[in-house]
């Protein structure tokens, strides 16, 4: 899927961060996620990322990001808003990202 430089999303594909999200919580609680709380989980983290890279942008670059190795330092307001290039859908009981349809 080709992108503008905008809206190059910081993960590419939502599936392997929801199963980061229901590897955690079987970990942690020793119990299995719900569709519907995996959903909102994912919903709320898109939502938390893109507010937080906006508001980088609004203090013009003054949160560096962690860097690796050898590489130069980036802000957070060098990210796209987007965590994740997946359409959500407002449905009845949640919001829905298009893996589940």
Known sequence: MSY???VI???ENVMPLAAYIK???LDLKK???SPLKLQKSLYFLFA???????KSKQIQQTVPAKCNNNEESSYYSDYSEYLY????????YD???SYCL
């Open 48 to 54: 938390y990322w893109g507010g937080f890279i906006r």
């Open 4 to 6: 503008s430089k905008e």
């Open 95 to 97: 919001p829905c990202t």
């Open 23 to 25: 590897h955690e919580c």
């Open 31 to 33: 119990n299995t996620i």
């Open 85 to 92: 290039y997946s359409k959500i859908e407002a449905w009845m």
């Open 9 to 11: 999303p910081v993960i």
